[in-house]
Every structure is written in C-alpha cells, then in structure tokens.
C-alpha cells in the first residue's frame, strides 16, 4: 500500500512538475499579447502567436470564430487600438489546464479598460488559450474570449477606430 501511495505521489509530481515547467514561458507569451498592445510593440505580440490564428471573439461580437493569418490578426489591432488614449489589458490567473510535449491549454481571467477622452468602456471575462511549442517558445495557435461584463460605452472602438485611420 505504502508503495503504490509513493508510486502515484512520484508520477503526479512529475506531471505536475513537467506543467509547472512549462508555466513561466507560457505566462510570457500571454502577457506578450497583452502587454504588447497596450504598449503597441506590435512585433512582440506578433511573436506570441503561431502563423495562423483561431480568434473567437463571438461572445462579444456575435458571428463565428475565424482563423487567419497572425500578421492579419494583429494587424486588426494595430487599426483601431491606438485610437484610444490608452488601454490597459490586465491578464490574471493564468493556468495551465493541460499539456504534452508540443501541445498546451491555457486560461486566465482578464479586465481590459479602455479609455478616450473622459469616456471608458471596460470589459471582464475569461480567456481560453490552445498553444503549440516552436523551437523557440511557446505560442498561441488559437484564442476564445468570453465576455462575462462590461460597462461604459462600446461604441468608442468605433470612435478609436476612426480616430486611428485619420491619423490623429
């Protein structure tokens, strides 16, 4: 009996420990996406993510998931986020639900505030990240954002996009 608690313990804390491993690096590449954004270093959030990207904005934007091209991707951003005087995309409780060798999910909780002007519209929710591991790091292949709040006005990424495409 004594053996099999020690067997399962030892197999658990090597699970355990290869996740673990792995947790560090794949809280840098989520916080390279966000951190990256709100600073506009569009060349390090680029660097979090693999070539293609599924993004699944759905619970905020209705419609269907899209896969495309991660310059695409983060090229969409780069259009409309430095409309706004500022951002500040806070991603928290970062975990890591699963993993093998080339392979990771991911989740955090995340409260992006966005502001122009006096005007806010700030929003809270959840993120569900899949990851693969390249040679260099870990990246994500595929994000799902569920909004489960928001308050103040929507309506300003219309405005911050506006704002960005005339150059002011």
Do not use: C
């Amino acid at each position: 009996m004594k053996r099999s608690f020690l067997a399962a313990f030892a197999i658990a804390f090597l699970h355990g420990g290869t996740v673990m491993a792995d947790q560090p690096d794949i809280t840098r590449t989520l916080t390279d996406i966000a951190a990256g954004a709100d600073r506009h270093d569009w060349d390090r959030v680029r660097s979090a993510f693999s070539d293609e990207v599924t993004a699944d904005y759905t619970s905020l934007w209705g419609g269907e998931p899209s896969t495309v091209a991660a310059d695409d991707l983060v090229a969409s951003w780069e259009a409309f986020l430095p409309g706004f005087d500022s951002t500040h995309h806070m991603v928290t409780n970062h975990t890591v639900a699963s993993k093998t060798e080339l392979t990771a999910t991911a989740e955090a909780d995340f409260i992006a505030t966005h502001r122009l002007g006096d005007d806010l519209w700030v929003l809270g929710g959840h993120y569900t990240y899949e990851l693969e591991k390249t040679d260099a790091r870990w990246v994500v292949s595929s994000l799902t954002m569920t909004a489960l709040w928001e308050t103040g006005d929507r309506g300003l990424v219309t405005l911050a996009s506006e704002r960005s495409a005339s150059g002011n």
